[in-house]
């Protein structure tokens, strides 16, 4: 193995090959708060042909956080480690109902109104491909652009 076992934290597994970052980015996570973190970036998985892995000690996510992994690496796998033990792992998944986190790409959509006060909201069409629509004007957003919106370069 590249990096060692942590012993009390997360284990994100399964990202798809590119996105450790933004999934870093996702969850606030600069590396200047002092966690004990390793990024594993573009290696050999089964199931995905390649990965990245991303290991932080001492941090635990909530529903939140993992909602909004699902959104850029709706392939991977949560584990919660205490003790160098896999005490749960979890698949993320992806929200039916989203809102505020992603905002629609129609100019003239209601939710794009400076002056109404209507915060985006969308929901889920299709998990594979990942795709999402607006419910106010029925626009799509598919998984390049959401991961462009979350701040990575899909
Ligand atoms: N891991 C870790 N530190 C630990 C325990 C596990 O960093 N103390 C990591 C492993 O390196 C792996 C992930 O957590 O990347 C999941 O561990 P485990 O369930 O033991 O591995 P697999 O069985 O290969 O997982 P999966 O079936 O989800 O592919
Ligand atoms: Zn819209």
Known sequence: MLVRRIRDGTVIDHIPAGRALTVLRILGITGSEGYKLAIVMNVESKKLGKKDIVKIEGLYLDKEQLDKIALIAPTATVNIVK??????????????????????????????????PIKPRFKLVSRRPVLYQCVYCGTLIEEDDIVRQLGGSA
């Open 83 to 116: 003790d160098y033990r896999v005490v749960e792992k979890m698949k993320v998944r992806l929200p039916e109902d989203l809102s505020n986190i992603l905002s629609c790409a129609n100019p003239t959509c209601i939710t794009r109104q400076p002056r109404e």
